[in-house]
Structures are given as C-alpha cells and as structure tokens.
C-alpha cells in the first residue's frame, strides 16, 4: 500500500469554524490531490498540487483552500465550514501525470458539520 | 451524456457467478482509463488499468472500446471476497490531473 496518512480520521464540527485536514505520504510523489465523495456522486477533485506551493482548483473547490509547503504534506482547509461540506474527504498521490499514470488514495476522513 | 456514467446495481450474484460491469463515458479524447475497487468505508483501491487491447488479470478481464466510448469489466467465478462497489474511471484530458470518477457499481456475492 502507498504511504498516505490523513489526520484526523473522523471529526465533527460546527458550522462556521475553520477546519484543516491534513495529508502526508512517504511516498515522494510530486501530485497530491483532494476529494470528496457524497452519496449519489462520484469522487469529485476539489484541489490539486503540482509541487511544492503549486497548487490549482479542481471542480468543486469553493469554500475550500489548501497549501503545501513541504513535498509530503497537503492541508486542506474549510474556512467556515458549512453543514453542505459534510462529507468524506480522500486525499490522492500520483508520481505523474501522464497518460496511464494512476492515483493512490489514502484512508479518508469523515467530516461532520453541524 | 454524463462524464462517466455507471450502472448503480446493486448486481446481486452467487459465488461461482460471471458479472459483467459496463461503463460508458463521454470525452472522446480520454486517454486513461481504470477500474477502481472500493469497500464499505474505505478508499478507493485500483483493480486495473484498461488498454485498449484488453487485458486480464486473474479472474478479472477489462475490455475497452474507444468507437463506442465505453468500457468493461468482468469478473468470473466470483467469490464472496469480490463484494465491492467498482469505480470505473476515466481522465478528462491529457493531463492526469482531471480523473472523472462514476458513481460505481454495487456488486453483493453471496454463498
């Protein structure tokens, strides 16, 4: 299995608090990504980086920023969370982006917000 | 058409049983394509790649066919273990940062 991490794995908390999921991998891959997965959709990108400070939005990061300031770690941060961003949040790697070129997930993180 | 789109199931077989999963998917242009095998509460696990010759895996084969944009799977002799929702895949363009996910269907093997 890759070496994904995320923390905290569960976390419930009210709506209009900042809230900051992280993701480390051991793996060295320059690409790490953000998803979110809803019952009735698909696994959707929310941001993605491309290295160290370079990042990008994917399809549904509104509300949503992130940061990477080291190769491993990727922070997703809801501002003011609101009760539409409950949901299962997966953090992804890939060691490229060319054609082929698979992500590995991590174990997610079930965020509630009430 | 939407993106990637997926029969939702659930396919309810017994053990012993072939299932085919189909998928179909709407750009044209894609280059890459997956199937992804995820269980109850955990992350999605990559099952296999699909190359446009077709390729098997075991008891998996995955076959895909660029004319029609669509894309299958199919399992053979199933065993309880295969119970699973599987994911299947697709990028949106060159870049492999746009991975367009289904919404997977629901395979419950039972004895």
């Known amino acids: 299995d890759a070496g994904i991490t995320q923390s905290p794995r569960h976390k419930v908390t009210e709506t209009g608090t900042p809230v900051t999921l992280r993701c480390h991998q051991t793996?060295?891959?320059?690409?790490m990504y953000w998803y979110r997965q809803d019952p009735g959709h698909g696994l959707r990108l929310i941001h993605y980086s491309y290295g160290v400070k370079d990042t990008d939005k994917g399809e549904v990061s509104d509300g949503y920023s992130v940061s990477r300031s080291k190769t491993e770690d990727f922070l997703l941060t809801l501002e003011s969370a609101t009760s539409s961003q409950t949901s299962v949040y997966f953090c992804?790697?890939?060691?490229?982006?060319?054609?082929?070129?698979?992500?590995?997930f991590g174990p997610g993180t079930r965020l509630l917000v009430l | 058409r939407k993106e990637v789109e997926q029969d939702p199931g659930p396919f309810n077989v017994p053990e012993g049983a072939t299932v085919a999963f189909n998928c179909t998917y709407s750009?044209?242009?894609?280059?890459?394509f997956f199937w992804y095998r995820q269980d109850c509460r955990k992350e999605p696990k990559l099952l296999m790649s699909v190359y446009s010759s077709g390729n098997e895996d075991g008891r998996f084969t995955a076959q895909l066919n660029r004319a029609s944009q669509y894309i299958s799977l199919l399992i053979r002799d199933s065993k309880l273990s295969d119970s699973a929702t599987y994911l299947c895949v697709v990028n949106k363009n060159q870049a492999g940062t746009a991975l367009i996910f289904g919404k997977g269907t629901t395979l419950s093997v039972s004895s």
């Open positions: 992804a790697i890939s060691e490229s982006v060319v054609a082929g070129e698979t992500q590995y």
């Open positions: 750009n044209s242009a894609s280059q890459s």
């Open positions: 793996e060295n891959h320059r690409y």
